[in-house]
């Protein structure tokens, strides 16, 4: 496998459901990101990891939990989900240059997953 | 704030003729910006990126986009059209140095192509 993968490629959920969406990077990137997107709606920025430590939490309901156990691979779980949680959930993963007095120095551009199709009932 | 503006929803164009998307950015210092594209079902793919040096910058599957300080432009063109060039386009500019590195994204520009 190469570049970005995201699995599953669609899921459909009840509202009391538990479920996890995986991404997994194949560029030796340290930084990965979790994406929404709806239709009429820019991307939304959810979550960041920077060296497996989250960095950004967009104001993220609780029943979205990121897990990040390594610079390769981020999950994504959901439960209790709503029917507007459905959406295109987007990962994406760059190449951070380390930070330096709390501030990452440059970056890459940011690589994007096919994303995961989630529909909730 | 930095904010990102792609004024067209929706854009037809015919195969072979030019093509122009717009993208309008605010942003306080040099901006970083990009251009993706996103075909049904499918994730966004990187087509260029402007990071310093020239102003006009080449990218994949023929298109090319031109970063204008004065307008805080950086609109993307190709000179012919292909069928297959029909999909959603989206600008981004990211935002660096804080403690998170972040892209912020357009509406997106829907394309169609006309045979």
């Known amino acids: 496998e190469t570049g970005v993968t995201q699995t599953p490629r669609h899921l459909v959920m009840g509202m009391t459901n538990k479920k996890s969406l995986k991404c997994e990077q194949h560029l030796g990137h340290n930084a990965m990101y979790w994406y929404k997107q709806s239709a009429k709606k820019p991307l939304e920025l959810m979550f960041v990891y920077n060296f497996k430590e989250q960095t950004e939490n967009n104001s993220v309901p609780s029943r979205f939990s990121p897990e990040c156990p390594n610079s390769s691979h981020l999950f994504l779980h959901l439960h209790t989900l709503q029917p507007e949680d459905s959406a295109l959930y987007l990962c994406a993963s760059s190449l951070e240059g380390g930070k330096v007095s709390g501030r990452y120095r440059g970056t890459d551009t940011q690589y994007f997953g096919p994303g995961t199709r989630l529909t909730v009932l | 704030a930095q904010s990102v503006t792609q004024p067209d929803i929706h854009i037809t164009v015919s195969e072979g003729a030019s093509l122009e998307l717009r993208c309008n950015y605010s942003?306080?210092?040099?901006?970083?910006l990009f251009w993706y594209v996103q075909s049904p079902g499918q994730g966004l793919q990187l087509l260029l990126k402007y990071f310093s040096g020239d102003t006009l910058v080449q990218g994949i599957k023929g298109f090319e986009a031109e970063f204008k300080r004065s307008q805080s432009s950086f609109n993307l063109r190709k000179p012919s059209v292909h069928w297959s060039d029909a999909a959603e386009y989206f600008c981004a500019v990211g935002r660096y140095g804080g403690a998170t590195n972040k892209l912020i994204f357009g509406t997106g520009t829907l394309l169609a192509v006309q045979p």
């Open positions: 942003y306080g210092a040099t901006p970083y």
